[in-house]
């Protein structure tokens, strides 16, 4: 009988002890209420304050999801579009006379079997009406401050007539647009709602981590307040969606379902911030807001600055240095030839007349390793830290020149639409009449995995070279050959100079490369022939048997 007692006494202590755990482990893993946390008095929209709180579980993502739909919207976009000219009128350019169905059944015009000798005569094609087309399409939305102004992408905007936002109770409301930014693909919205409307905090997406859990909210294929929950899959992605800028544009990779609809949605981490704008999906290998695939969203920090700016004046002005940057990056035989430390830094390959680096005193093969004080990793990195400075503020730029690294201090000037035509359009390389006299001519020479042949005449008039340009145009490239790896060395290319010496004939470039030591560094020189220089480094390749 006394055992037996005793057995249900330590029965009872056990699960009182059960009991107590559980209770206090429900009050310490309880859901954090992030979202009510104070906000950071920082800009227009401000940034939540951090959280300490753990990983969010299920119920606190079901949390979350109630406690952030308010602030939630779809966005309809009414647009038309005209014709504008006759071709138009006459469906040359697609549109709805320009269907799968159309094109299954007859196929595309003037594309008849070349084996049917008496092909089936087509009918001819409608043509399009040219009453003004009405396009109706959708996106989402989310509110950053009470007064109405509304977080969205520029594509959901774009062109738009008419915009109407439908909040989570069911009002509607017309929506202005304040500013768009197609290189991030951001729009600022805003409404007239006559009271204050439910947001959401903004969180620090420079904290995100790889692995990381986040959710995603919106209204994809017209399935309102729809949520999907996944992982960080990459940060700082390049993809190319619409107008975006690589490297303006970094974007945060997730496998949370993202469709058709979903654009301009927010994306959340565990305590219920903001850390990015969904935008797009890629999908064999084509990025599009409108398939199936792999999500990407803008991050939030630059989302923020520059719909501040939006706020401020309905534009975004970003920094501008005024260079043209190597596309080859700093590879191992750059970083030989250079003396470079580390592979860190960009490498300027042309300076626009004026601009900026040029007043500075910057050069063509100056390498820039840091932008103030901080080690610049390659282009996109470069780009993204001059675009993130206000124009007229002063980068302090440490350049690589000559062997030892330089400080030089550059006052930015504003982006221009096309940076591309501020280029410096310079003749590489090529000499002049007071050139020396070249050695005898052959008709082409082989060396550094490169077939090279004289510039014929048809070439100087195809790229509008002066008689006294020098160089000599790159015939073949051995595919097997680090020329070929470093994907830029092309048949059609203008090859002018081998490290630092001008070439104007095959047989000035086999001398430039007589004595070359295989796997020894090697600079060349091309000329694109749109009026620009390109610098690639390679290494010498071992002799062939």
């Known amino acids: 009988m006394k055992t037996r007692y005793t057995f249900a006494a330590v029965l009872a202590v056990m699960g009182v002890s059960i009991v107590f755990g559980m209770v206090l482990g429900g009050w310490l893993n309880a859901p954090r209420t ?15 304050a951090a959280s300490t709180g753990s990983p969010a579980t299920a119920a606190d993502w079901a949390d979350i999801a109630e406690r952030s739909i308010p602030a939630v919207m779809s966005v309809t976009n009414t647009s038309v579009r005209r014709p504008s000219n006759e071709a138009d009128a006459e469906g040359d350019d697609g549109g709805p006379l320009d269907d799968p169905f159309y094109r299954f ?15 089936a005569p087509r009918p001819r094609r409608p043509q399009r009406p040219q009453a003004p087309q009405r396009n109706v399409s959708g996106g989402s939305g989310f509110i950053v401050s009470a007064d109405g102004f509304i977080m969205t992408n520029d594509h959901v905007v774009e062109n738009a007539t008419k915009l109407v936002v439908t909040l989570d109770d069911g009002s509607k409301f017309d929506a202005k647009v304040i500013g768009t930014d197609p290189l991030l693909d951001l729009a600022l919205i805003k409404i007239e709602a006559g009271r204050p409307l439910p947001t959401l905090p903004l969180g620090d997406s420079d904290k995100l981590r790889v692995g990381q859990w986040v959710m995603a909210i919106g209204n994809p294929l017209d399935f309102e307040r729809t949520v999907t929950v996944g992982v960080v899959s990459g940060l700082k992605r390049q993809v190319s969606v619409g107008r975006t800028v690589a490297g303006i544009a970094n974007f945060i990779q997730t496998d949370a379902a993202i469709n058709f609809g979903n654009s301009g949605g927010p994306m959340l981490d565990a305590q219920g911030r903001v850390v990015g704008i969904n ?4 999908r064999g290998g084509m990025t ?3 398939v199936e695939g792999i999500g990407f969203a803008i991050a939030i920090n630059e989302a923020r600055l520059a719909a501040e700016q939006l706020r401020e004046g309905g534009k975004v002005e970003r920094g501008y240095l005024g260079i043209s940057m190597s596309q080859q990056g700093i590879t191992n035989a750059a970083q030989a030839y250079l003396d470079l430390p580390d592979p860190n830094g960009v490498l300027i390959e042309a300076v626009s007349d004026g601009g900026p680096a040029d007043k500075a005193g910057l050069r063509r093969d100056d390498v820039i390793r840091k932008i103030n004080g901080k080690a610049v990793r390659n282009n996109q990195d470069l780009l993204s830290r001059v675009a993130s400075i206000r124009p007229g503020e002063v980068a302090v730029l440490e350049v690589w020149r000559d062997g030892k690294a330089q400080e030089f201090r550059v006052t930015l000037a504003n982006r221009p639409e096309n940076p591309l035509a501020d280029r410096r359009r310079t003749r590489p390389g090529g000499a002049g009449p007071d050139a020396p006299e070249p050695p005898a001519e052959i008709r082409e020479a082989s060396g550094l995995g490169l077939t090279v042949e004289p510039i014929a005449s048809r070439t100087r008039q195809r790229f509008q070279l002066p008689d006294d340009f020098r160089g000599v145009l790159i015939q073949a490239v051995d595919p097997d050959s680090p020329a070929a790896d470093a994907g830029t060395v092309v048949h059609g290319r203008i090859l002018t100079a081998v490290n630092g010496k001008a070439i104007g004939s095959p047989a000035e470039f086999l001398e430039a490369i007589r004595g070359l030591k295989p796997g020894a560094p090697v600079k060349l020189e091309l000329y694109r022939g749109d009026g620009t220089n390109e610098t690639v480094f390679i290494t010498a390749p071992e002799a062939k048997n």
């Open 279 to 282: 935008t797009a999906i890629l």
């Open 288 to 290: 599009n807001p409108m």
């Open 105 to 119: 059944f007859f196929g595309p015009e003037g594309e008849d079997d070349p084996e049917d000798e008496n092909p």
């Open 34 to 48: 992030a979202l009510a946390a104070p906000a950071l008095a920082s800009g227009a929209f401000p940034v939540a």
